[in-house]
């Protein structure tokens, strides 16, 4: 299968989105990240998604800030599931990303996830539940993984409060 | 394969979430639909996920309003793909829904979709995206929904001023 | 000089949208209307802005709702000034639209206006000041919009309250 | 009368929630804090209050934060009086946690406090005056932290402004 | 056991908590309602919490909306629980009266429930769950209650689309 | 005439509300500054107000944060004009105290300025305005606070790009 | 002394705006309204303050709607206190008009009122308070209004369930 | 062509407004500074006006925070087209600037721009594409640019995971 393929709107988003790379590695699960802006080079949303289905990438992941065009323009390309991320913006601190890229209208469809690390971290799960389905080993990494994070929270230190 | 499952909250959520089963119909996708309150009901979160995993289904569609907990509460007990629907609440228009359903922290994803009956109707689509990435007939389906409501746009009538 | 080109997302946008086309009629503008979906029909947003270019559009005027895409969309792909009407959405009033259309990253520009009729309506004005800016008759318009519409406000009747 | 009991989503939510604790300590109310993670560790909602009604515990306070289902969650599984603390997230500030644990449907209620420690400190007070309509010595308790804290405001320093 | 008290700021706001009422009368718990303005009638604020303590009353229930300062302001009077809805306002739908009553400094505070008729409902529910924990008829109240909504829930009618 | 009475809920208020004090002594008024709590020491708000009545204040300013309920509150139990100042708050930046001070319902003003020093010290300059239309000496420093502020701006720098 | 003089930006607020006069003159406060427009009549502002100056003025109340610039220009142009209505807005429910009046820089006050009608309302009261500081007949009159609408909350029906 | 015209509310707006300066000289695009406070020095707005279109001058750029009033009042006295640009505020992040500055009604239009920086450089890109309908060189300037941002974005660097 092809690898997951994560873009995003600007070199900058990456401290963001590398929380997908990264939760796509940990399940064992291939990636291939670039920078695609809706705006600044618009040719390459169509050559971008003509090329994953191609290469048959199972899912998008693409992360984007403020008026976050990319991850529904992507969609409008294609017929992968997109999954969109907001990226935290600098003044209203994602709001605008967020709306921007759930709103969508009926006819194209986005799968947004949380604002920030968290969604980009959960696109990556997410993406790996869809691959799960028909992949019963990644369906294997997800479960352990979720195994793994109950244990460490049923084993967290004691709550105490701070000597006075 | 198994249909795909769409669960609400609420029966009065069923005027939103028709909008997915109907989509799902549209793109030739086998369908279920129930009733789980993930409060009034939380026993059945964990056993409508077993049984949903149990018959292979490849993806929830979870509908809900408010404290919409739903999704995120599905999510927890399964490794199936969960797909959000933020249901118009009577205040604050599904705002609230939105922030309950895709503010998720990390290690536990739910696709978020718009508020709504475009987010119903979307959550269909995605799913059958989901699907199609194994299935080619399915696959199709979604590209000739597409390309039919591409024409619609083409098609549509000449946009003219009223008479005065 | 070519006709103004208004584009909207949807056949639904033009109640709000004509009153940019009627504006710009009652400054003697000449415009043209047409549905471009950002969404469902991608391929347009390049060849109506090469169009455009190669017409001689002097102003775009884009609406869209939700997660509108459109103006800014057009904005990627043409050095003709784009103009955005957030159109008013059914949950959250066009404070989606308006945010999806005004945030946009430093490099491409969208010079937005209010939500809904009044911001349709200034924008045929605003791009009827651009043209006015090289064309005498144009802003002599302009300049009679405004004293007719200041003579409204001074000619209003008298305030008095109800009778008891 | 058992322990207040204490449930937070995440070792992180401490620091807040710890204000909860110290409250209910200064008032001689005896406390317990654990975490349990609605999203994490779904299958502790249900056995923690299943123990908690069997210990007689009296108030439930739980804070979480994002899509900040705890509160709801253990409110579905228990008829032990919950309260809810918004714990502010990176972003939204809590306002998403606050609209997620406030927003509960008719028939599963959560009492819910301010964001932040404020609100963690005042849970405790909450439950404190909750366990004091029946319990005198803790009642007060209250009336004592409220006459103090009556007369520090009383018994502030002059307002000078700076000099120049 | 006095009755639960059930103040709000205006008759206009009975329609409201009237659902607070009813579901006390529903789960056999006693009330008694009465209109106190914190802005019309503010020597109500204190005499109405002391006749309160006077006679008993386990739980106050205020609703009010805007500007919504009773609930807060009968918490500065008592150490009796005080549990705050947020009536819907005509311009903010109750966002305003929401962060009025939940937005408690440190040293005061008052329970919120949600905005509107559920939010009154389920103040009802939380003050006879605050009852039930001493007082075991109560409680069997509220555990009948939630038997009842869970049966509704799964017994209710099959889920099916709308004929074409 | 008797001082300004500048009251607000905390004393970690004063380092916003002594912008008001500043203001008022830079424009030759007197003024008197304290802290009374709403919330803490509720049994101030009444007797302060009959001193106020009784001194001959001829505006009140008062400033809090979060569910900012002494402006109003002081509105209530005097017929002296109270303008309100809206604190900063720690997680929502003041949209809280903005709302719960200027939402208040028909029958008790508030005459709010903005969120933080800029409307401390604008309530100081308003009640200035105030004292000033019967009292020709204060009309006459606002006038000359006036001017010095647009020669400022007049006489203010270049302005000129930074050095490449 | 010369009627309050009250200003709108439209024709269209004065459904809103006449609330403000009403309560002016139940209170026996003189007052006169018309219509200036920030954006339409710009020539009027310096005028009409030049001619409230000299007719002895003694408050100013301004209302508008979305970017309501009225009460905030007129305000520059004067030194007679401005207080200042937010007009509810199509969309946006009026918080662009709260926003747009309240949070004026440093220099240049506006004292602001709740959104619509309750607002305009109380923009008379405080107006009558103003003048009440200096005038007993006034300040009599606000009292007695006072008293009427706590005598009508006192003397306001039972309160009881509809029948079942 | 006389140089395109930045204003702005105060100093303390200029390292924002100056990136709309250092775009237009990047394009080629001659500009001018000044510092006109709408509130501060309200006699300037006319007469900048007055003087601009005697000059010539082909666009105004406005930039204002809080209760942003400049953009919307120079539009009121001009038929030169203004573009506004929301400077971000302390407290509220620039959302009251956006909306006092794109909220105008019907009859006087404004094109906005983002919050801050990047609103502030498409502000002068947006000025450069409306200079550039007519102005052949300064169309050829806006197309490298565009040029050269597309070709940033297709040479970025590889994105990797930081070593763990």
């Given amino acids: 299968m092809a690898p997951v393929l994560i873009l995003m709107g600007s070199q900058s988003d990456w401290p963001v989105m590398q929380h997908a790379a990264q939760m796509l590695k940990d399940l064992g699960v291939a990636w291939r990240a670039e ?29 984007a800030g403020g008026a976050a065009h990319l991850p529904g323009m992507l969609a409008a390309y294609t017929a992968i599931p997109v999954l969109g991320v907001p990226v935290p913006s600098k003044q209203l601190k994602g709001l605008d990303s967020l709306l921007s890229i759930v709103q969508m209208p009926k006819g194209v469809a986005v ?33 352990n993984f979720r195994s793994t994070q109950r244990e460490k929270v049923m084993n967290g230190p004691k709550l105490e409060l701070p000597d006075a």
Avoid at 35 to 63: C, Y
Avoid at 121 to 139: E, H
């Fill in 35 to 63: 920078v695609v802006s809706a705006h600044r080079t618009p040719d390459l949303l169509k050559s971008s998604m003509e090329q994953a289905e191609q290469d048959g990438v199972p899912v998008v992941i693409a992360g």
């Fill in 111 to 143: 799968g947004t996830l949380a604002i920030g690390q968290a969604g980009a971290a959960n696109a990556g799960l997410l993406a790996a539940q869809m691959i799960g389905v028909t992949d019963a080993k990644v369906r294997e990494s997800v479960k």
